[in-house]
């Protein structure tokens, strides 16, 4: 049977499989060339630097080469700090664009539930409190924490205890959206309130440790915290394409969505669930890093449609080029000095996310 095109014209079967075909192929085209660039880029992050190494030089130290003080600064400093940052830009983007599909609410993201004030709040009441922030300055006036494994701790708890409390509410009133980002703005305020109390009675040194632990920085993190981090982001990106199509169903209305048999109120609480996981571990361990959850899943919806099969993958690309993009012009800003990431996604995230908008609502 022939169909007709949005001009009125007739198509025959075939003129619309291949039309059909030039539409996959464009998102296949995107995907395709966001890991070239994303591969481009990491091979260029790793060579820039106080110390520059060429691009052969790292592709023969990460084949097996012995190029002395090269293969320490790549293995140790610079190879971590890039995988870190590609890996918390996918887990940020899937849980931002899972989200944002679980809520409908293109404003959706892990930062609008309250998760990331939380973990701020956890830090503030370790480094205060607890103790843990007691500050030392290195050779190279670098602030450190004496005992970071306790603030992560403590943030990380603190950003569970968000998680269920949103789980809780939203399962007592149903798991509707509305309840969801109402209930993830009062927390905010609330653990906003909190941090600024804690503050308010600190001395200085503590002040200083709580202000240097909230900006986000991929830096901090070692082999051992990037490995705990992606033992959490890939199963939860696994999980979120699983049920990709569910999600898709879910976009269409929760009415829809139970005609065709999604269990709604079970996969919103089990993918709010699973996105908060990814978003307290990468919390806990980097610190505040926003924008990049809220932005991503935005920029590839541009580029490749609503489709959750290709939505998700193309969100998680994007997020680990622009977290590793903002690392590497972070590092090479104000050299040797390094700027945190997260000041950089803020300046970026902020104009770019308006500008989305207005492109957006003028459609």
Known sequence: MNKVNESGVKLGGDSVSSAYSRYI?????????????LILLFLHSIAVGAANVSVMDVARVLLGDDLGN?????????????????????????????????????????????????????????????????????GADAVMLNNPYITTAVAFLFSMLTTFILLAIAKYKGASPEVMILTGVALSS??????????????DVQ?????????????????????IISAVVLPSLLYFYLNCWNYNAIDAGDETAKGLGVDVEKIRL????????????????????GFVGLV?????????????RFLLPAS????????????????????????????????MGAPLFLYLLVRGYRH
Request: proline residues 3%; positive net charge; hydrophobic residues 55%.
């Open 25 to 37: 192929g464009r998102k296949f085209t995107f995907i395709f060339l966001s890991i070239l660039l």
């Open 70 to 138: 090269s293969n320490t600064i790549i293995w140790q400093i610079r190879l971590p700090r890039a995988l870190t940052a590609i890996v918390a830009g996918i887990g940020l983007s899937v849980a931002g664009v899972s989200l944002q599909s679980i809520l409908r609410n293109p404003l959706g993201s892990p930062y609008t539930l309250g998760i990331s004030h939380a973990a701020a709040f956890g830090a503030a009441f370790s480094v205060i409190v607890l103790g843990s922030g007691t500050m030392r300055s290195t």
């Open 190 to 203: 609330l653990f906003t309130a909190g941090t600024m109390f804690l503050q308010y009675f600190a001395d």
């Open 207 to 227: 002040l200083a440790a709580v202000v240097f632990w909230t900006f986000g920085d991929v830096g901090r993190a070692d082999w051992g915290d990037l490995a």
């Open 270 to 289: 089990w993918g709010m669930l699973a996105a908060s996981l990814v978003t307290a571990f990468i919390v806990a361990f980097l610190g505040v890093i």
């Open 296 to 308: 991503c899943p935005h920029i590839s919806r541009r580029f490749v449609g609503d489709d959750q």
């Open 316 to 347: 998680c690309l994007v997020g680990g080029l622009l977290l590793l993009a903002s690392d590497t012009a972070a590092r090479m800003m104000m050299a040797p000095h390094v700027l945190p990431v997260a000041i950089l996604t803020a300046f």
